[in-house]
């Protein structure tokens, strides 16, 4: 198969138009507009929509519209525009409208900066918007947004997917359909979070995506996704040369999190380290996996500075020493 | 017998949930009228709001779609570009569409999108219970202008229409209001025209339509049409604000 070399928000764009993307609404920012450019061009060639919104805001309620009709729709945005797309994103989930939503994430608070950051953990894994209610966040392996790597393009291998008997189309043929977002009488409303509970449970149980690494029997679990994940395979490679037992869980599903696996490799391990690219966020769902019954470490750096291989095994044989871990070089 | 007034097909046999001398039953079944007329029903999708404007969706037999306060012209800008040869409209106050959804309405206006947008103004929030609007008049009272709305404070009644009016996107803006039988007709006209300039895909359409509150403007229903015309009308001049070249006069 052919390997090319592209950047992460082009593979994205590219992989999206593949995987069937009818439309794209997007607003522009820095780091991820590439995206944006790169489906300006190549969606009409396949016949498809992309429209540049007036606002992020805009851009997420044409996604709500498009995906009411029964579309396979994209947005992308980072940090301070996924933030303006909160709204809309609770108003897709209580009208149970499917959307695919790419956050190149970015240095925060506020306008922050465009350095690589992981700070949006909590928004885009707890909700993010008004209500109760949750969404499957995927994170990569590696750093996606700017930087150029190899890519090999497979065909996207579908299940067949089940009819959209609850999109809208004009109500030729059939009875009206309507898609609403409220319910102003509480036994309603609580119904209508009941049955979004339930949907929630069912991706706990069937959605949730991992990765293990490293040593079978390790004496320390390490913990990270996306960028920071990278760097901990090679923090696992270079402590194994220094005879250090090691071993990395990355959840590709940050949401449905997967605590069982986390628990597991954690109690085998007997201690874990979590590293991040904030002060501590993903920290919160390894702690509530774990349960207390090993120490959880935590190393985080954030503003843009990625966690070197270096610093992050010096933590890695601090913790070791201190908890009076022997290995095989003695150190 | 000669059948001379009759339900429209498109208009659910149902009681509105609407105060007495609201306009939006009336508003929503001249919406409905033309709908049958153009034979539209099964291709047409409805765009709903947030505020009193909301119930439409019970009353219009058509497929609709419900979003959030300001955003429907996004969201029928969503389904347009999906299904372009839908038939799309958006019914929405003048808090709605003319405060929290100002770049929403401005910029599907600026496009030239193929939509139709029915904008209830009656110059106050309604269903929050009588806080002033962008389109509250000069001393207008309200529950959040309680001395009466002040230029130097509130700044001036907002008019959408000739706004978007300047836009080379916008085909076809009027105005209307729904007092008495003649202004029903135009009205209905106005409507009419709107979702034609949609049929004949010559870009955007709105109507303003100025409609009582006599809840929140504390007045008994014909006293709020009565201050509807002396007063709403002063402000907001009813009639065809743009007819774009190329718009039909087939009405």
Redesign the interface.
């Given at each position: 198969m052919k390997r090319i070399l592209m950047k992460g928000n082009e593979a994205i764009a590219e992989a999206a138009v593949r995987a069937g993307c009818?439309?794209y609404?997007g607003y522009p920012i820095t780091p991820q507009t590439e995206i944006s450019e790169y489906l300006s061009s190549r969606l009409p060639e396949e016949g498809k929509?992309f429209?540049q919104?007036?606002?992020e805001?805009?851009?997420i309620?044409?996604?709500?519209?498009?995906?009411?009709?029964g579309?396979r729709?994209l947005t992308s945005s980072s940090g301070p525009g996924i933030s303006l797309k909160q709204?809309?994103i609770s108003?897709l989930v209580s009208?149970e409208l499917p959307a695919v939503i790419v956050n190149m994430s970015r240095g925060g608070p506020g306008l922050g900066n465009i350095q690589p950051s992981q700070s949006d953990y909590f928004q885009a894994v707890k909700g993010g918007g008004h209500g109760d209610y949750k969404t499957i966040v995927l994170a990569p392996d590696g750093m996606l947004g700017q930087m150029m790597e190899p890519v090999v393009f497979t065909e996207p291998q579908f299940d067949p997917l089940p009819p959209k008997d609850w999109a809208?189309?004009?109500?030729?043929?059939r009875k009206?359909?309507?898609?609403?977002?409220?319910a102003l009488d509480p036994q309603e409303l609580e119904k209508v979070n009941q049955a979004l509970q339930e949907k929630f449970r069912a991706m706990e149980r069937n959605e949730i995506r991992y990765e293990i690494f490293g040593d079978e029997h390790p004496d320390l679990l390490l913990v990270g996704y996306g960028t920071v994940a990278r760097i901990l395979k090679s923090v696992v490679r270079e402590g194994a040369r220094k005879g250090l037992r090691l071993a990395l869980v990355r959840p590709i599903t940050l949401y449905p999190f997967p605590s069982a696996v986390m628990k597991e490799k954690a109690v085998q391990a007997g201690r874990v380290i979590d590293v991040e690219m904030n002060h501590g966020q993903m920290l919160e769902d390894v702690r509530l996996a774990v349960e207390g019954r090993v120490p959880v470490h935590f190393y985080g750096r954030s503003g843009g500075m990625i966690p070197t291989v270096e610093d992050t095994l010096q933590k890695v044989m601090d913790i070791l020493s201190r908890e009076g871990v022997k290995h095989e070089n003695g150190i | 017998m000669k059948t001379v007034f009759e339900r429209p097909h498109s208009l659910f046999d149902l009681p509105y949930p609407y105060c007495p001398g609201c306009h939006h039953g009336l508003a929503q079944r001249l919406i409905a009228e033309v709908i049958d007329e153009l034979s539209i029903s099964d291709r047409t999708i409805g765009v709903g709001p947030v505020g009193c404007s909301v119930y439409i969706y019970e009353h219009i037999d058509v497929d609709f779609v419900m979003g959030a306060h300001g955003r429907s012209p996004a969201i029928a800008t969503g389904i347009k570009r999906s299904r372009p040869g839908t038939i799309v409209f958006s019914y929405q106050g003048d808090g709605d569409i003319a405060a929290i959804g100002t770049a929403e309405i401005i910029h599907a206006a600026n496009r030239g999108e193929n939509i139709s947008c029915f904008f209830i103004n009656n110059a106050i929030y309604g269903m929050t219970g009588g806080q002033m609007a962008p389109t509250s008049l000069l001393g207008q009272k309200t529950q959040t202008s309680p001395r009466g709305r002040k230029v130097q404070t509130e700044g001036y009644p907002f008019h959408l229409c000739e706004m978007l009016a300047v836009s080379e996107g916008s085909a076809y803006i009027a105005r209307v209001a729904l007092t008495n039988p003649r202004l029903i007709k135009k009205a209905k006209e106005a409507i009419r025209k709107a979702f034609l300039t949609q049929i004949e895909e010559q870009g955007f359409s709105l109507v303003e339509i100025l409609s009582p509150c006599p809840t929140n403007w504390r007045l008994p229903p014909l006293e709020a049409v009565k201050w509807l015309e002396e007063h709403l009308m002063a402000t907001y001049r009813i009639g065809e604000i743009k007819v774009k070249e190329g718009v039909t006069n087939a009405c």
């Open positions: 009818d439309l609404f929509v429209l919104a007036e606002s805001i805009a851009a309620y044409m996604v709500y519209g498009a995906a009411a009709v579309k729709v709204e809309g108003y009208a809208v189309s004009g109500k030729e043929g009206r359909r309507f898609i609403i977002c409220f | -």
